[in-house]
């Protein structure tokens, strides 16, 4: 066997080492709980024009419920008042606070569509929070 011959497999074999510690790196990253993105959605539910609620809070759950269950898997849903200031007028509102993991922006925005026509809003405030999400079990 040549010089040459000797220094090439040297280096394949080298590269076969490098090689089998990146796939160890990546295999016990993979098996550790992923990062994940945490959408909290702020839905009034005053009318955008009469400033008046659209629904009764029952009502106004029970909507958000049916639009959240036709997009998405689950969702928590939280009781909330809101209130802003416009000029010199304050305003205040029933506000429900939704909460999303494991889905897309472009599911939560598809949502949002729903959710801005039914309870006639101007808009949704989303917020995105990096997460770290663990379904967790007893053993």
């Known amino acids: 066997m040549t ?46 024009d009469t400033n008046k609620p659209v629904f009764t809070q029952a009502e106004a759950i029970e909507q958000a419920k049916a639009i959240l269950l036709k997009h998405f898997g689950g969702y928590t849903i939280q009781e909330a008042n809101g209130g802003w200031v416009d000029g010199e007028t304050a305003y205040q509102e029933y506000t429900l606070v939704i909460y999303l993991s494991d889905t897309t922006e472009d599911a939560v925005h598809a949502a949002a569509d729903e959710l801005i026509e039914t309870f006639r809003q101007s808009s949704v405030l989303i917020q995105a929070n990096p997460t770290k999400t663990e379904f967790y079990s007893a053993k």
């Open 3 to 48: 010089k040459a011959w000797k220094i090439a497999i040297l280096i394949l074999c080298a590269a076969a080492l490098c090689l089998s510690a990146l796939s160890l790196v990546v295999a016990c990253k993979s098996g550790q709980e992923q990062g994940d993105v945490q959408y909290v959605l702020y839905l009034g539910t005053n009318d955008k």
